[in-house]
């Protein structure tokens, strides 16, 4: 599956964006003349707008706490499943192997928890008013399957026993096209709760190209447009 889901995913991202170049720029100008900005405080504050949803902590602050800590720990979470792939070596002497674990073990599971939280958060949202009149049947079956992932992955976090070395033998057998499974990996308690893990992972990869997540690629390029808007209506308000 991660053979197949990570080429769809890349073909998928480029044919979604590929769409957007193709729809008609207008031929209106959103800025004035006179307007002057530095490139440098134009990004900075595009920047603001992508990371800090300072929009959200305008018309919800509680919405934004949730927001702000889902962003983050995936953030995070993208990071430490590095360590499938290589370790973090300079980390890993400083702690040691023992320290390594206990480290990777109290993040790991800090982050488990608050994406499931959040998640948890954003479905109740979904479920209630105002939320559930401009719902959608995608918006809970992506809500469901972020839920999946992030349960099972939390299961095999507190109650597995998969050794990282083990994982990531498998991980670069993979990346390498020669598959294997090390005898640690096989014989593991965990090994059907990281097959499911798996699985619900690549089926979320598989439709992230067409999921409302592709606001990670396109969300530049409207902040961009919209606070061009909002700066101008400002002006003309004055």
Do not use: C
């Not at 979904?126 to 401009?134: A, E, F, M, Q, S």
């Not at 049947?137 to 998969?162: A, H, K, S």
């Not at 096989?186 to 997540?213: C, E, Q």
């Amino acid at each position: 599956m991660l053979w197949v889901s990570v080429p769809f995913l890349l073909a998928g991202m480029t044919f979604r964006i590929f769409l957007w170049f193709r729809v008609p720029r207008s031929e209106m100008k959103l800025g004035i003349f006179g307007q002057k900005e530095h490139r440098t405080t134009k990004w900075l504050k595009l920047g603001k707008d992508s990371f800090l949803f300072p929009q959200v902590l305008d018309i919800d602050r509680g919405m934004w706490g949730f927001l702000i800590s889902f962003h983050l720990a995936i953030a995070v979470l993208f990071i430490g499943h590095l360590r499938l792939i290589f370790e973090f070596t300079a980390l890993a002497k400083a702690l040691g192997d023992l320290g390594m674990e206990q480290f990777a073990f109290l993040i790991g599971g800090a982050i488990g928890i608050i994406l499931l939280i959040t998640v948890f958060y954003f479905l109740i949202r979904r479920l209630t008013l105002p939320g559930k009149k401009i719902s959608a049947p995608e918006d809970y079956f992506l809500l469901i399957l972020l839920l999946l992932v992030i349960f099972t992955g939390n299961y095999m976090r507190f109650f597995g026993d998969i050794p990282i070395t083990a994982y990531r033998q498998y991980v670069n057998s993979l990346l390498s096209f020669n598959p294997y499974i090390p005898t640690a990996l096989d014989t593991s308690v965990a090994r059907w709760s990281l097959g499911i893990h798996v699985m619900f992972a690549n089926m979320l990869i598989f439709y992230l190209p067409f999921s409302k997540l592709m606001h990670f690629v396109g969300s530049f390029a409207t902040n961009r447009i919209r606070r061009e808007y909002l700066w101008v209506n400002s002006y003309k308000r004055l």
